[in-house]
């Protein structure tokens, strides 16, 4: 146990002095200041990390109750193993890259267990690419296969062969020199907690490929939306992760799309949140896509491009985009365009939700209700609204009294403000 917990901590300790001697490094230049803050920031979350496997590995040797699996983000996991992984990878010529088959689907299951499995398997994976000759590359992908959600890493290495497929997740079994044999059983040992299972297998052309499948929540294909969502919708993978890790720095929630078609279709008139939009992608552009997006949603877009030039920002903002940004973009003016289309939306649909609200209520009244009501409305009184009617000012009370307690109203004000303009809606 003790060399299993050492070569679990082994990766976020490696990640921890990379970052910590890059800080050094770049310390005394001043324009380098954001990179030394970006490295201490990644140094803590490594840190609690390590901190987090310590507790999971003491939790995995000590009896007790099993906790509670919650629902994690796909996209924010692979957005955070892209951040630490990406770049060393890229400089071996390994290239890693996310691909999410089931946008908005919250698999069950411990984070950090999940993202220690992940680590594993990518490492496994870059090991195997080391002599592969030509382009490497290595795919981590998601999605709901039935009742589950299954994660899988693919490479285009050299395959494993057919004698050591069955010993795999063998403890101590391994094939290289200065390997423990403990990863890939962790790994196991890991997924069996969650309920979740993991195993191995070689695929044409890509091989081999490991899954780690986890339960999915209750509603699998139609996700709720009642929190705020930052859709990402470009072609880079780089720049979705990056992006996804500032939005998460202010607390938002993001969701990935290289496809800007398989976005459209998987986006539900419901979403609540905002999108930012690559302007040039392979296939559908960007203003085609915002073209589409106001004919199906009312979610605000923010622009991105790395050629900006009037004519296009001429046509984003007629096609109705909210904001404009060129890349490379600032942090801080990215958040601001990002936040207050968030915050717009969310104003504009909690004013749909009252306005919906008040409509039910209206429909409530009856014909000679709702005729009082616009009376009222309009400042008469009982007498005047009596004679209108060739009623009792006594039977006007009693309509009063009914059309302030079915429309839920408190007050004169109220009534008028939020019932004056319903009224000239027909009724039901």
């Not at 200041?33 to 390590?50: E, F, W, Y």
């Not at 692979?78 to 698999?107: C, H, K, M, V, Y």
Request: aromatic fraction near 4%; glycine fraction near 6%; charged fraction near 25%.
């Amino acid at each position: 146990m003790a060399a299993g917990i050492a070569h679990e901590l082994n990766q976020p300790l490696t990640a921890i002095l990379a970052q910590v001697r890059a800080a050094e490094r770049l310390l005394d230049d001043e324009e380098e200041r954001p990179a030394v803050r970006q490295a201490l920031l990644a140094s803590a979350g490594q840190a609690r990390r390590a901190a987090d496997i310590i507790r999971r590995m003491r939790e995995l040797v000590t009896p007790s109750s099993p906790s509670s699996p919650a629902a994690v983000d796909p996209d924010t996991l692979a957005a955070s193993l892209l951040f630490l992984r990406q770049d060393e990878l890229a400089r071996r010529g390994i290239r890693l890259t996310w691909r999410n088959t089931s946008p908005g689907a919250r698999p069950l299951g411990d984070r950090v267990a999940l993202e220690q499995i992940l680590h594993n398997l990518v490492q496994n994976a870059a090991d195997a690419l080391a002599d592969a000759p030509g382009a490497r590359h290595i795919v981590l992908s998601g999605g709901v296969e039935g009742t589950e959600y299954q994660f899988s890493v693919s490479d285009n290495g050299p395959g494993i062969p057919d004698e050591v497929l069955p010993r795999l997740f063998e403890p101590f079994y391994t094939t290289r020199a200065h390997g423990m044999g403990l990863g890939l059983a962790l790994c196991e040992t890991l997924a069996g907690a969650m309920d979740g299972r993991i195993s191995a297998r070689n695929l044409d052309p890509w091989a081999p490929a490991s899954r780690c499948a986890c339960p999915s929540p209750e509603p699998m294909h139609e996700p709720s939306r009642t929190f705020p969502l930052v859709y990402l919708v470009d072609d880079d993978d780089a720049v979705r992760a990056g992006l996804a890790l500032l939005l998460r720095s202010v607390g938002l929630r993001s969701e990935g799309h290289g496809d800007p078609q398989a976005f459209l279709a998987a986006l539900s008139p419901q979403s609540i949140g905002c999108v930012v939009l690559d302007i040039r992608m392979p296939g559908i552009g960007g203003l085609e896509v915002l073209a589409r997006l106001a004919e199906m949603a009312d979610l605000p877009v923010v622009m991105l491009t790395g050629h900006a030039n009037v004519d296009l920002c001429r046509r984003a903002f007629k096609g109705g985009a909210m904001e404009f940004l060129q890349k490379p973009v600032d942090d801080d003016v990215f958040l601001d365009a990002v936040q207050a289309a968030v915050r717009s939306h969310v104003a504009s649909r909690e004013r749909q939700a009252l306005t919906q609200a008040a409509a039910e209520r209206l429909a409530r009244l009856s014909g000679r209700e709702r005729e009082v009501l616009a009376r009222i409305v309009q400042g008469m009184s009982n007498k005047e609204i009596a004679r209108a009617f060739a009623l009792s000012p006594r039977t006007v009370e009693t309509y009063r009294a009914n059309v302030f307690a079915k429309l839920e109203a408190d007050s004169l004000a109220q009534l008028i403000r939020q019932y004056a303009t319903l009224l000239d809606a027909p009724p039901p």
